[in-house]
């Protein structure tokens, strides 16, 4: 298998940490979204992009995981029960906001002057951040993961979005309003996948 993405990209980073945990053999290689194998492998042209042992590219970081987790090796990422799957889900759909809201500030903020669309605009999205992580630290409460007694998508979703946090609004010192979250994600950044993303 062969990741395609940017180091920059939360998604990729996400797709990064479950292929790792997974220990599946694979690939990973810095392009831009206009790169030729991206375009081949993907029809929107973006990234993240999987390239299959088939040859067939996935798209979306959400399928991305899936395929990766059912692959096989452990640990399983998704449960296989209802109630199970619908939780990773859940979770993985916070991270995700989180981090969708976050490339909006960051996009807006790199934008020429005259485009940028001000300061109510990135408080709303900031907004959207704060109530993504009140809602983690809630429900990770005094749990050791985000769901059940071993590491899950739940995990990588917290964790994805928090790196980016970190990289993309140092300025927000979330760890002060969200201390359970913040000692979580200290223990998730000890893990091996963690740290080989450099």
């Known amino acids: ?52 042992e088939d040859g067939k590219g996935l798209y979306d970081s959400s399928v991305i995981v899936d395929y990766v987790d059912g692959y096989g090796g452990k640990p399983t990422l998704i449960p296989g029960d209802f109630e199970g799957r619908i939780e990773m889900r859940r979770w993985e759909a916070l991270g995700d906001g989180i981090m969708d809201s976050l490339v909006a500030i960051a996009h807006d903020k790199r934008g020429a002057p005259e485009q940028q669309r001000g300061a109510e605009y990135i408080a709303r999205f900031q907004r959207k951040v704060e109530a993504g992580l009140a809602a983690m630290e809630a429900d990770l409460g005094d749990k050791p993961f985000c769901f059940g007694a071993a590491f899950t998508l739940a995990d990588v979703a917290c964790a994805s979005a928090l790196i980016y946090l970190d990289r993309s609004m140092p300025e927000m010192n979330w760890r002060e309003k969200h201390p359970v979250l913040a000692k979580h994600f200290a223990k998730l950044q000890e893990r091996p996948s963690l740290k080989a993303l450099g």
């Open 1 to 52: 298998m062969k990741l395609l993405g940017s180091s920059r990209s939360p998604y990729v980073q996400k797709c990064r940490i479950a292929l790792l945990e997974k220990g599946h053999a694979f690939t990973y290689e810095e392009v831009a979204p206009t790169h030729e194998e991206v375009l081949a492998g993907n029809p929107l042209g973006k990234i993240p992009t999987l390239i299959r």
